[in-house]
C-alpha cells in the first residue's frame, strides 16, 4: 500500500553535496507496523517525510495505493494525505496561537466536521492522552511532553489509515512511553499501517518489522524481536 | 553551591491555577552530579530553568554561590549566569539564521573571545560531537539529533563550573546517547556541577544522585544506583 521506488534525497550545499536518503527502495503493506532506526543523521525523518508526500525526492517515486504521490499536483498530493494518512512531526508543529484543543480541531475542522462535534472529539482525544485539564493551554504554555501529546492526539483525530510518526515518544516518560506504544499496538490490530521512527530500541521491537538506516541507506530489514 | 529554598511557581490560567513547582527546597553541593526524573508534566523544566536564573520564582529563593540569584536586576543575573552556567535546552534554542558554528560561537563572541579563535574553538566543539562536517549548516538544515549536539557544543564553548542539561539525549540514538552521558560523567571529574534532566531511567543511573519530581513536588532524592 506505500512503497518507495529507488528513492533519493539530495541537498545541494555551497560547498558539498549531502546525501538524505540513499536509493531507497521498501515496501510496506497494509497492516504492517515497521519501526525506522537508525543513528542520528542517518535519514529516517528524510524517508519519513517522504512517504508521507511533504517533500519531494531527488529521484525515484513514492507510491501510496498505487499513486504516485509526486506526480500529483501539490492539491491532489494534500488531498490525499489528508484522507489517509496521520502524522506525527519530531518537533511537532503545533499552531502557536491556537490552544491544544484547537490544535487538535484543525484536522477535523479539514474533513468538514461540525464545529460542536469538533470540539467535543478533541476534546476526547486529549482526554485520552492525559491532557482533559489542559485544553486551553497554548503550546508554550505547555511541557514540552504535553505538546508531544498534543501532536498525538491530533494524528489520530481523522482515524488515519496510516501513521507516520517520528520518535513519538522521544520526550516521553516511561510510563507515558508505555500507554503511546499501546495505542499504536491497538491502532495496528484496527488494521492501520504504520511507520514509526525511534531511537528506543524497546519501543521499536514493539512493531512487528525493523527497517535500519545508515548514511541514507536501508542496511537492515527484519522482523521484530517479539514476532 | 547551587540552592533553592521553599520555590513556588504557580501559573494564572484564567479558569484554573498551573502549580508548575511546589515549595521546593534543595542544595547542589560544588561537584555534584544530579539527575532530575518525573513524568512528563511534573515540573522539571520549570524547576531547571528557574535554578539556572531564567525565570522568577513565585515565592522563595534561588542561590548561587550564596548570591540569591532573583535579588539581582536582570543585567546582574545575566552575566552571572554567563559566567557560570551552561545550559542546554529541551528545545535546544539555537538561532534560525546562523550556522552550527556561528550558533557555537556566541557564548565565545560573548565573553570577549578573539574572532579567530572563536572560529577555531567552535569547529573543535562541533567536531567533538561529530559534526565536523555541519559547520555551515543553518539548524533547519540539521536533523533534530544534530540540532542538539550543536546545542550541547554551545553549552560547552566557556567552560562552565555548573551544567544544566534539559533532556541532553532525547533526540540521540543509543551510540550517541552514551557518548554524551560520557561527556557529562568527564566534565563531572573535572570538577563541573551537573544538574540534567532525563527521561532515560538508564542516563539516570549515571548521575551520583537522583532527584524524582511528581505534580511539582521533589519526592523523592536518593543516591544513584551506581554509587
Ligand atoms: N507558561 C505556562 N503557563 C501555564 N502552565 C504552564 C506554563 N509552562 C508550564 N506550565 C505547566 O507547568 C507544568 C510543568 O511544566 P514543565 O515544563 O516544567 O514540565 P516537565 O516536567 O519539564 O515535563 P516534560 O517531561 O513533558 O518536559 C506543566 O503541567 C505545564 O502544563
Ligand atoms: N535542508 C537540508 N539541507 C541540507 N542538509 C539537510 C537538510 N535536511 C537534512 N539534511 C541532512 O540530511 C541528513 C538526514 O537528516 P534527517 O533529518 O533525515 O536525519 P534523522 O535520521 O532523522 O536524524 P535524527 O535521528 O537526528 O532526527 C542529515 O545529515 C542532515 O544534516
Ligand atoms: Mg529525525
Ligand atoms: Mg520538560
Given at each position: 500500500m506505500l512503497s518507495m521506488q529507488n528513492v533519493t534525497k539530495t541537498y545541494e550545499m555551497h560547498r558539498q553535496k549531502v546525501v538524505a536518503l540513499d536509493d531507497a527502495t521498501l515496501e510496506i503493506p497494509e497492516g504492517d507496523f515497521v519501526s525506522l532506526i537508525g543513528p542520528s543523521g542517518s535519514g529516517k525523518s528524510s524517508l519519513l517525510v517522504m512517504l508521507?508526500?511533504?517533500?519531494?525526492?531527488?529521484?525515484?517515486r513514492v507510491m501510496l495505493n498505487d499513486q504516485s504521490m509526486y506526480d500529483l499536483d501539490a492539491d491532489g498530493r494534500a488531498r490525499m494525505r489528508k484522507a489517509n494518512i496521520g502524522f506525527v512531526f519530531q518537533t511537532f508543529?503545533?499552531?502557536?496561537?491556537?490552544s491544544a484543543q484547537e490544535n487538535v480541531q484543525v484536522p477535523l475542522y479539514l474533513s468538514g466536521t461540525a464545529a460542536a462535534e469538533?470540539?467535543?472529539r478533541a476534546a476526547e482525544l486529549l482526554q485520552r492522552v492525559g491532557l482533559g485539564d489542559r485544553l486551553d493551554h497554548k503550546p508554550n504554555e505547555l511541557s514540552v511532553g504535553q505538546q508531544q501529546r498534543v501532536?498525538?492526539?491530533r494524528m489520530l483525530a481523522n482515524?488515519?489509515?496510516?501513521?507516520l510518526a517520528d520518535e513519538p515518544t522521544?520526550?516521553?516518560d516511561p510510563e507515558t512511553s508505555e500507554q503511546v506504544i499501546g495505542y499504536f499496538e491497538e491502532f495496528n490490530r484496527e488494521g492501520r499501517t504504520i511507520v514509526m521512527v525511534t531511537h528506543s530500541p524497546a519501543a521499536a521491537e514493539r512493531a512487528k518489522r525493523v527497517l535500519k538506516l545508515r548514511d541514507g541507506k536501508i542496511i537492515d530489514d527484519r522482523a521484530s524481536l517479539q514476532q
Open positions: 508521507g508526500g511533504m517533500l519531494s525526492p531527488t529521484s525515484g508543529n503545533l499552531i502557536p496561537y491556537l469538533q470540539r467535543e501532536a498525538l492526539a482515524d488515519p489509515a496510516v501513521i522521544g520526550n516521553l
